[in-house]
């Protein structure tokens, strides 16, 4: 058996850390996209959905600029043009 602890001491710095998430764009009344504030490489850009006001839940994380999109054709409805082209404007990775 492999032993990974080495692996999971490096990634528990980034991922134990609280993140500041930065709010993208704002895609309609019940869905945006934010980026997880973590540091490469693990960092990610979420779908967030509105459940209530004041919350939000994350139902997509993605680190390429086309997962995000996809994730956004598949959950979000219509969105407003101007968000989609922030989105289509944002690097091929999270960063």
Known sequence: MMDYT???DERSQYLEKPA????LCVLNERWRVVHDGRSRPYSSW???YRAAP????SKSFCQHNWSLMAAIMRKAGDCDPA???VVTALPERAY
């Open 6 to 8: 080495g692996d999971i």
């Open 20 to 23: 500041k998430q930065t709010v």
């Open 46 to 48: 979420e779908l967030q």
């Open 54 to 57: 004041g919350k939000w839940h």
């Open 83 to 85: 968000a989609l082209a």
